[in-house]
């Protein structure tokens, strides 16, 4: 990386050396993935969407790689809330901060997790997932615009980490005003835009069969198609929200270009999905050399220099 080119940028309080991290998702459930993240180049570490008691997901095959990105219907496999609560302590060796996804089947789950985790200083913030696609019979959150805010209500009651939420894409402008209505009703420190796109549908035309056998083939689509909506989430939330709200981008992003993007458009941070399954831990360094040099050729010595800084033609 350029000497002369930062990519620190603070969340939720935190200090992050590297604006790139991962997406909550992919290699992020057990310890040795999360102690790979802990040596790489990311700038936190953020654990799998955890629910009160470990759940073992959907079945296999349940993950898909495509030419263009990525299906999946997961169904939540994880090690339940009290591992990665546990695990927060062996984060702090690594000197980066550890935030910690949280996704309780229900309000009343949610509540029990962030009330266990007050006062375990270890955890820099909570990432609240409104937006898990997957769960069979349990429809996303973050399109229930009444629910969303009396989970919110609910949860700040509890909540002692500063807390952010993790959206599903919107694609209605109404929409984005009326969940931004929501947010900016609550100390929400961060938002992550995006999620997966909810239920699409992949195809082997050889074997004219879906390619995941959850939900009869349907699962969240991440990767090349979902940038556009991904920056669009963005772009909105950054224009929307109270300015002390953060908006970390994530959808689509591959490339220091990719990220430079989702940065021009307002975030604070990119996290990155599809890719991290794809190439490895190796793609923080990879992609911070690579917005390095472009913010290096642009004059650009750090990301608040062009953050959020997207011009309109009129
Ligand atoms: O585990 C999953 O199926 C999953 C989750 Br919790 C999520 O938030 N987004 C996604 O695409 N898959």
Same mark, same amino acid.
């Given at each position: 990386m350029p000497r002369s080119v930062s990519l620190a940028t603070t969340i939720a309080g935190s200090s992050l050396t590297s604006c790139?991290?991962?997406?909550?998702?992919?290699?992020?459930?057990?310890?040795?993935?999360?102690?790979? *993240?802990?040596?790489?180049e990311a700038g936190a570490i953020l654990s799998k969407s955890a629910t009160l008691e470990p759940r073992a997901g959907n079945?296999?095959?349940?993950?898909?790689?495509?030419?263009?990105?990525?299906i999946n219907s997961m169904g939540l496999p994880n090690e339940g809330y009290r591992y990665y609560l546990e695990y927060a302590r062996r984060a702090q060796s690594f000197g980066k901060p550890y935030?910690?996804?949280?996704?309780?089947?229900?309000?009343?789950?949610?509540?029990?997790?962030?009330?266990?985790?007050?006062?375990?200083?270890?955890?820099?913030?909570?990432e609240l997932n409104l937006s898990c696609p997957n769960v069979p019979g349990k429809p996303q959150t973050g399109y229930?615009?009444?629910?969303s805010r009396a989970l919110l209500e609910r949860i700040f009651e509890y909540v002692d980490q500063p807390l952010g939420v993790k959206l599903p894409p919107y694609f209605d402008l109404p929409h984005f005003d009326m969940m931004a209505a929501v947010l900016n009703d609550f100390p929400i420190?961060?938002?992550t835009c995006v999620n997966s796109i909810g239920n699409g549908l992949v195809i082997d035309v050889q074997a004219e069969s879906v390619v995941i056998k959850p939900k009869?083939?349907?699962?969240?689509?991440?990767?090349?198609?979902?940038?556009?909506?991904? *920056?669009a989430n963005v772009r909105k939330f950054y224009t929307l929200l109270r300015e002390d709200i953060a908006i970390i981008g994530c959808g689509g992003v591959k490339t220091g270009e990719d990220a430079f993007e989702h940065i021009l458009c307002g975030a604070s941070a990119v996290?990155?999905?599809?890719?991290?399954?794809?190439?490895?831990?190796?793609c923080f360094a990879r992609i911070a050399g690579e917005l390095s040099t472009i913010m290096q050729a642009k004059g650009y010595r750090d990301i608040d220099s062009f953050r959020g800084k997207l011009k309109s033609l009129d």
């Amino acid at each position: 990386m350029p000497r002369s080119v930062s990519l620190a940028t603070t969340i939720a309080g935190s200090s992050l050396t590297s604006c790139l991290y991962n997406a909550s998702g992919p290699l992020c459930t057990t310890s040795e993935e999360l102690d790979a *993240l802990g040596n790489s180049e990311a700038g936190a570490i953020l654990s799998k969407s955890a629910t009160l008691e470990p759940r073992a997901g959907n079945p296999e095959p349940r993950y898909v790689e495509t030419a263009w990105g990525s299906i999946n219907s997961m169904g939540l496999p994880n090690e339940g809330y009290r591992y990665y609560l546990e695990y927060a302590r062996r984060a702090q060796s690594f000197g980066k901060p550890y935030f910690m996804s949280v996704s309780g089947l229900s309000h009343d789950d949610n509540i029990e997790i962030v009330r266990a985790l007050a006062g375990e200083a270890a955890i820099s913030a909570i990432e609240l997932n409104l937006s898990c696609p997957n769960v069979p019979g349990k429809p996303q959150t973050g399109y229930d615009f009444e629910q969303s805010r009396a989970l919110l209500e609910r949860i700040f009651e509890y909540v002692d980490q500063p807390l952010g939420v993790k959206l599903p894409p919107y694609f209605d402008l109404p929409h984005f005003d009326m969940m931004a209505a929501v947010l900016n009703d609550f100390p929400i420190a961060f938002v992550t835009c995006v999620n997966s796109i909810g239920n699409g549908l992949v195809i082997d035309v050889q074997a004219e069969s879906v390619v995941i056998k959850p939900k009869s083939g349907f699962g969240g689509i991440g990767g090349d198609f979902i940038k556009p909506t991904a *920056l669009a989430n963005v772009r909105k939330f950054y224009t929307l929200l109270r300015e002390d709200i953060a908006i970390i981008g994530c959808g689509g992003v591959k490339t220091g270009e990719d990220a430079f993007e989702h940065i021009l458009c307002g975030a604070s941070a990119v996290q990155i999905g599809t890719q991290l399954m794809r190439e490895g831990v190796d793609c923080f360094a990879r992609i911070a050399g690579e917005l390095s040099t472009i913010m290096q050729a642009k004059g650009y010595r750090d990301i608040d220099s062009f953050r959020g800084k997207l011009k309109s033609l009129d």
